[in-house]
């Protein structure tokens, strides 16, 4: 990895790390050898759920524990943890294992997603609590903007919800693929719904979270978000 790729991504992170073994730990995946991103991961999970947790607790003044634990679960999911990640462009800058790198690990959802928060572990050890929660804040910042109490619901049931008042057909979910390695599979749902000439598709790392993909994806062209 050259320094100029590091460079880069310190600039779509927000932060430039004074040091900068940190991040390159925090870019190591256990299969590339004994000193890895691990423990960053685990600093960098509580962090972020404690940053997150805040967010939602000052945004819905009127909102209820249950609502406000499901919300904190989907902004933290690996499948948001993951797309986050691509948007940062992490995958190219990912040190993997030989094996990891034939396989394509680089863009793997729970990979992506592990080095997000070890990244976010490493700029607590760099700069102190406040400099991780403010790039976290500023990472999640649409995300959470566009929040509310009614997003808590599954997007599954939603879509379901939102067809049956119009009383069209229930969507209809399939597997179409299944790929990777047996420890690391990915799946691939396609969702038919009326009203779309097309089926939409979603990917995740299980059946069910693909469909959950497919459902929002769905919704949104329903409803003209997407």
Known sequence: MTDLLLQRLCSRLGHEFARAELLSLALTHRSHGSRNNERLEFLGDSILGFTISAALFEKFPDGREGQMSRLRAQLVSGETLAKLAQELELGQCLRLGEG??????????????????????????????????????????????????????????????????????????????VGGEEHSQEFVVECRVAGLNAPVRGKASNRRAAEKVAATEAYARLTGQG
């Open 100 to 177: 990891e790198m034939k396989s394509g690990g680089h863009r793997r959802a729970s990979i992506l997603a592990d080095a997000v928060e070890a990244i976010i572990g490493a700029i607590y050890l760099d700069a102190g609590l406040e400099a991780a929660r403010a790039r976290v804040l500023a990472w999640f910042g649409p995300r959470l903007e566009n929040l509310s109490l009614e997003t808590v619901k599954d997007p599954k049931t939603r879509l379901q919800e939102w067809l049956q008042a119009r009383q069209k057909p229930l969507p209809e979910y399939t597997v179409v693929e």
